[in-house]
């Protein structure tokens, strides 16, 4: 299992659109995990923060920015050991607790599905290739099918909803109960039972080994790039840094956050410092213990810089997308983003499992708190975002 000294920044079960109300983009059988931060602080070794996507109970969003509601770690635990002497399950005894707590963000994994993260944030998993989202009616949709995965030769398309699972129905299920249904051995089958137009339809694929590429790059007329980051998992921050320095001299970047539900904060730190030359990106608490994290030195300081956001850009993407908003770094284009910023801090219970209960917050340069309320981008663009993002490079002198 992957070490437990880890705060974890993680909204839950969301469903893709305009402001992205209910939609968890990360992982039915694809596992992008929505946001890890990962680093050393000295006191305990490799430190792991995340930020995953699994929200709330529906409702809109944006909301009003309000105190964290935290379930008590010591009762968690308590209520686990308790359950393990007497034969139960540490798991549901942790979770009573916790939908007792009102803690929002909290949520409680088996070993299993804590280790698959692991894999997540490797960019690996193993699965169908799949990302799906809950409805507001608690109905689960195919939001993406990974091309060339199991799912897409299969015929599976966005937009699908999935009814079943090996004949267990998922309706109502919280998306991370989805994942751990898709998740299994190499090589076995699964059962998907869905409906398309009123029609259903049922499909038996096998699992595999999958991998993503969270960076990609590409050249717009003028001296533009475009580096898409889907989420923040090892090596990203390195490849937007490797795509900066590669970008024509003299032309401006469009960083697109888009859909991004967050990643090991690391990777965001330096994907940020890219792009700057040291310097505060975030502050956060731990039960009010203040820490900070900082750039590294000699980004670029001077390449004309858009973000593209919209409501899914989540966590540790907002993280970035509000670092270089505050230090006057890049103009924001899109929708306002998901908001996303308590941190969560997992506990291993007696039977493996692990709780994640939210201890703390963060805060953007400017000590702006975007939990609840996301970040409002500086030119708002619901569609024809790029174009938008061009526009403004082109004020700058950067483009056609």
């Known amino acids: 299992m992957p070490g437990l000294t880890a705060l974890r920044l993680r909204p839950r079960d969301v469903r893709r659109g305009a402001v992205l109300t209910l939609v968890f983009l990360a992982a039915v059988g694809a596992g992008a995990c929505t946001g890890s931060w990962d680093f050393a602080d000295g006191e305990a070794g490799s430190t792991l923060l995340v930020a ?12 009003p920015p309000r105190e964290a509601a935290t379930a008590d770690r010591d009762a968690v635990a308590r209520a686990a050991a308790e359950a393990v002497a007497e034969g139960k399950s540490a798991k ?25 993260f692991a894999d997540d944030l490797d960019g690996r998993w193993t699965g169908v290739g799949l990302w799906a989202g809950r409805l507001r009616d608690g109905r689960i949709e195919i939001d993406r099918v990974q091309p060339g995965s199991p799912a897409a030769r299969a015929g599976m398309r966005a937009g699908d909803r999935l009814l079943s699972i090996d004949g ?18 190499a090589g076995t089958p699964v059962e998907l039972k869905l409906t398309r137009g009123g029609t259903d339809l049922t499909q038996t694929v096998r699992r595999e080994e999958l991998r993503s590429e969270p ?23 390195e490849r937007v840094r490797t795509a900066v320095r590669a970008a024509p001299a003299g032309g401006g970047v469009m960083l697109d956050l888009r859909g991004n539900t ?48 919209d409501g899914g850009t989540m ?18 284009v899109g929708t306002r983003t998901f908001g996303k910023g308590t941190v969560q801090m997992p506990t291993e219970l007696p039977d493996g499992s692990v709780a994640e209960l939210t201890v703390g917050t963060y805060r953007t340069p400017a000590g702006r708190s975007l939990d609840g309320t ?19 490079l082109s004020g700058i002198g950067v483009g056609p």
Request: glycine letters at 12%.
């Open 92 to 116: 549901s005894a942790a979770q009573d607790v916790v939908s007792r707590s009102g803690d929002r963000w909290a949520a409680v994994y088996d070993q299993g599905e804590y280790e698959a």
């Open 52 to 63: 995953r996507t699994d929200p709330p109970a529906p409702g809109p969003h944006p909301q």
């Open 262 to 309: 967050g990643g090991l904060v690391t990777e965001a730190v330096t994907a940020a410092s890219a792009f700057l030359d040291g310097g505060l990106v975030a502050t956060y608490d731990v039960r009010g213990a203040q820490r900070a994290l900082y750039a590294t030195p000699g980004g670029d300081t001077a390449r004309p810089l858009v973000t593209l956001v």
């Open 168 to 185: 267990q129905g998922v309706t109502g299920l919280k998306v991370a109960e989805v994942v751990a249904l898709l998740r299994g051995e």
């Open 315 to 332: 966590s540790a993407a907002e993280l970035v997308t509000g670092a270089l908003q505050d230090r006057g770094r890049a103009v924001a």
């Open 374 to 392: 996301g970040i409002t981008p500086d030119l708002a663009a619901a569609d024809r975002v790029e174009e938008r993002a061009r526009t403004v």
């Open 215 to 237: 960076v990609t790059v590409r050249e717009l007329p003028g001296g533009i790039t475009v580096i898409k980051v889907a989420s923040f998992t090892r090596g990203s921050g």
